[in-house]
Structure formats: structure tokens, C-alpha cells
């Protein structure tokens, strides 16, 4: 196998377009590494960017929130302004793993696995998050909507690099958070992932509402009609109970070694319950984004 340890992001992306369909990325490693180990996947060649630290960081400005790639979990777990304003990204961070996975780990790596029940999805889709890809002498950015194609895949093609996660400015008496359900507090994946971010105005009418949900179907996806459902509308507890109710009809989830579907569509419900809760509270408590 071919091994790579470029040191910069202009280094790195040559490899990749040299290297092209037999090449791939190592961040983190906690997701490739298992891949390599314990399911005969062998990679060509194999391109570490571990040591971009130009592609490490979390920063705000009058544009917004950005996210470097190589950004771990650890990091935005810790990151004060992730705890006190985006809080759906920081419960998702505080639920991930445990603390030697969350050092190792990357924001970009779990978005590039592309898994259904990756925990940073839902919450970075309900802020309307949008992706810079890079490859050699080109750059776009994707709304995370059209990020994810099915379980495992994405847009990215081998050439291309996860850059950068963009996050607008949010309107004042914004909310939002993560709730998952799994076994075990620790080290257990999603059963399933429900993320809520709500936007409130003067009378605790819904101005604008995102849900988001994960491990219930082959991607992670957006309750749009649940969104609908709350928005205009005086966020009442009956009405948190009908999203709740909506978004489990949206989930498509299948059965498998950790849970039936059946389960996961009731808790579904249960779990937006809970977190449109959490997001109100923090919206109204005026300790959202924007504030
Ligand atoms: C014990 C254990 C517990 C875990 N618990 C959780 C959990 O609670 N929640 C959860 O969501 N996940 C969990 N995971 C999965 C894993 O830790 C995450 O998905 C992690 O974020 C992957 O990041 P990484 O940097 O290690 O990625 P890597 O393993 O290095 O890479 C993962 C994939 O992304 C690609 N990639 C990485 N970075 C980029 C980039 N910048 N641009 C393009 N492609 C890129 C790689 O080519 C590869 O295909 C767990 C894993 C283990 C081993």
C-alpha cells in the first residue's frame, strides 16, 4: 500500500487528483481503521490528513459559523460559543463515543462516512448547514441536504476533499438540540437521532422550525412535513405531541441487530418530543444562536 502524509491542504489535494479512484483519505481512522482491520478493506493507496491543522477550527463572524473538516469531536464538544449558541452541535459532540474516540474523531470524517446514523448530521442539517468540497483548483459548496446520497455514500469523488462546514448567521430566539437514544451511554451507536432547531417570535409563535432525524432511514434526513406542521404556530405542548406523531410517519427505519423498526418509529416520535422541547427552552430563554 501507497502511504501519504501531506502536510498542508495545498499538498494534499495534488495527491488526491494524482491518485484519483485508488486513493483514500485517512482522517481520524475510527471509522476506516475498523474498515481495514476487521473487513478486508485495502486501500491502494492511502492519503493521511491528519496533520492539516490549517483544516482544524471553529470560528464565528459576520458570515456565520465555520467548521474545519479536521475539526474533532473533542474540540467541539469544548468549543464555549458551540455550548452556548449551537447547542444541537454540542449535544451531539457530548454524546458521541467516549472522550478517546471524540480525540480522535473528526467532524468531517463522520459527515464523509456518510452513515444514517452519524451523530453530527441532524443537528448541522437543521441549521442549514452548506459543505465546502475541494479538489485540485476547484472548490463548490453543497447544502448538506444534497450531501448524503445513501447509507455509506455521498457526493465526494475520490479526488475530493471535505473542506469546510458553513453555518449562516440565526435570527435571535433561536434553539436547537440533539437527543439520540442507544443502549449505552457510551460507545453505542444511535438507535435513533432526532435534532430540533426552533426560531421563535414575540408570542412564542414558531417563526421558523428545522427537525431533523438520523438512524431512521437510509440517510439522514429532514421532517419537512414536520417542519410545515409547526410552523406559524404557537408552539403549545399539543402541538409539540402532532410533530412528534408527524415526524415518526416521515421516518422510514428499517429492523436490524440493535433495534425493529417498529421501535424506532415510536421513539422517533418520543425523541421530537423531547428535543423541540429543548429547543424552545433555549429559544425562549433567549440563550439561542443570534443572541
Ligand atoms: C468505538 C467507536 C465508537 C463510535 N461511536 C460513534 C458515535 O457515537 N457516533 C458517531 O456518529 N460515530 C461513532 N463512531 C464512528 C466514527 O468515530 C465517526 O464516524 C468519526 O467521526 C469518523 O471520523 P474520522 O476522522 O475518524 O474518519 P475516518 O475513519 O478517518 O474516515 C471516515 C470516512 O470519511 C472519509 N473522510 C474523512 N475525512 C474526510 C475529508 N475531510 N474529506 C473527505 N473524506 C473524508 C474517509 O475517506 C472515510 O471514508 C464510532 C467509532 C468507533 C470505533
Same mark, same amino acid.
Given at each position: 500500500?501507497?502511504?501519504?502524509?501531506?502536510?498542508?491542504?495545498?499538498?494534499?489535494?495534488? =495527491?488526491?487528483?494524482?491518485?484519483?479512484?485508488?486513493?483514500?483519505?485517512?482522517? +481520524?481512522?475510527?471509522? %476506516?481503521? *475498523?474498515?481495514? $482491520?476487521?473487513?478486508?478493506?485495502?486501500?491502494?493507496?492511502?492519503?493521511?490528513?491528519?496533520?492539516?491543522? #490549517?483544516?482544524?477550527?471553529?470560528?464565528?463572524? @459576520?458570515?456565520?459559523?465555520?467548521? +474545519?473538516? &479536521?475539526?474533532?469531536?473533542?474540540?467541539?464538544?469544548?468549543? $464555549? =460559543?458551540?455550548?452556548?449558541?449551537?447547542?444541537?452541535?454540542?449535544?451531539?459532540?457530548?454524546?458521541?463515543?467516549?472522550?478517546?474516540?471524540?480525540?480522535?474523531?473528526?467532524?468531517?470524517?463522520?459527515? +464523509?462516512?456518510?452513515?444514517?446514523? @452519524?451523530?453530527?448530521?441532524?443537528?448541522?442539517?437543521?441549521?442549514?448547514?452548506? *459543505?465546502?468540497?475541494?479538489?485540485? @483548483? !476547484?472548490? !463548490?459548496?453543497?447544502?448538506?441536504?444534497?450531501?448524503? %446520497?445513501?447509507?455509506?455514500?455521498?457526493?465526494?469523488?475520490?479526488?475530493?476533499?471535505?473542506?469546510?462546514?458553513?453555518?449562516?448567521? %440565526?435570527?435571535?430566539?433561536?434553539?436547537?438540540?440533539?437527543?439520540?437514544?442507544?443502549?449505552?451511554?457510551? &460507545?453505542?451507536?444511535?438507535?435513533?437521532?432526532?435534532?430540533?432547531?426552533?426560531?421563535? #417570535?414575540?408570542?412564542?409563535? *414558531?417563526?421558523?422550525?428545522?427537525?431533523?432525524? +438520523?438512524?431512521?432511514?437510509? !440517510?439522514?434526513?429532514?421532517?419537512?412535513?414536520?417542519?410545515?406542521?409547526?410552523?406559524?404556530? %404557537?408552539?403549545?405542548?399539543?402541538?409539540?405531541?402532532?410533530?412528534? !406523531?408527524?415526524?415518526?410517519?416521515?421516518?422510514?427505519?428499517?429492523? #436490524?441487530?440493535?433495534?425493529?423498526?417498529?421501535?424506532?418509529?415510536?421513539?422517533?416520535?418520543?425523541?421530537?418530543?423531547?428535543?423541540?422541547?429543548?429547543?424552545?427552552?433555549?429559544?425562549? $430563554?433567549?440563550?439561542?444562536?443570534?443572541?
Amino acid at each position: 500500500m501507497e502511504y501519504y502524509r501531506p502536510e498542508s491542504f495545498a499538498e494534499a489535494l495534488p =495527491l488526491l487528483s494524482e491518485f484519483g479512484d485508488s486513493a483514500t483519505v485517512i482522517a +481520524g481512522g475510527t471509522d %476506516l481503521l *475498523v474498515d481495514m $482491520k476487521f473487513r478486508g478493506f485495502r486501500p491502494a493507496c492511502l492519503i493521511n490528513i491528519n496533520s492539516l491543522r #490549517d483544516l482544524s477550527y471553529v470560528e464565528e463572524n @459576520g458570515e456565520g459559523l465555520r467548521i +474545519g473538516a &479536521l475539526t474533532s469531536i473533542q474540540a467541539l464538544l469544548k468549543n $464555549k =460559543l458551540l455550548q452556548e449558541e449551537y447547542t444541537g452541535i454540542a449535544d451531539a459532540a457530548r454524546q458521541f463515543a467516549s472522550i478517546q474516540i471524540r480525540n480522535l474523531a473528526t467532524v468531517g470524517g463522520n459527515l +464523509g462516512r456518510a452513515s444514517p446514523c @452519524g451523530e453530527m448530521a441532524p443537528p448541522l442539517l437543521t441549521l442549514d448547514a452548506t *459543505v465546502v468540497v475541494a479538489s485540485e @483548483g !476547484k472548490e !463548490k459548496e453543497v447544502d448538506l441536504t444534497d450531501f448524503f %446520497l445513501g447509507p455509506g455514500q455521498s457526493i465526494l469523488q475520490p479526488d475530493e476533499l471535505l473542506r469546510e462546514i458553513r453555518i449562516k448567521p %440565526l435570527p435571535a430566539h433561536t434553539g436547537s438540540s440533539y437527543w439520540r437514544l442507544s443502549y449505552r451511554d457510551v &460507545l453505542d451507536l444511535a438507535i435513533v437521532g432526532v435534532a430540533s432547531r426552533v426560531t421563535l #417570535d414575540g408570542d412564542n409563535r *414558531v417563526a421558523e422550525a428545522r427537525v431533523a432525524l +438520523g438512524a431512521v432511514a437510509p !440517510k439522514p434526513i429532514r421532517a419537512e412535513k414536520t417542519e410545515a406542521l409547526l410552523k406559524d404556530q %404557537l408552539l403549545s405542548e399539543d402541538l409539540i405531541v402532532e410533530a412528534g !406523531k408527524m415526524a415518526a410517519q416521515e421516518a422510514t427505519p428499517i429492523s #436490524d441487530q440493535r433495534s425493529s423498526a417498529k421501535y424506532r418509529t415510536n421513539m422517533t416520535a418520543v425523541l421530537t418530543k423531547r428535543s423541540l422541547r429543548s429547543a424552545a427552552a433555549a429559544a425562549a $430563554k433567549g440563550e439561542g444562536e443570534g443572541e
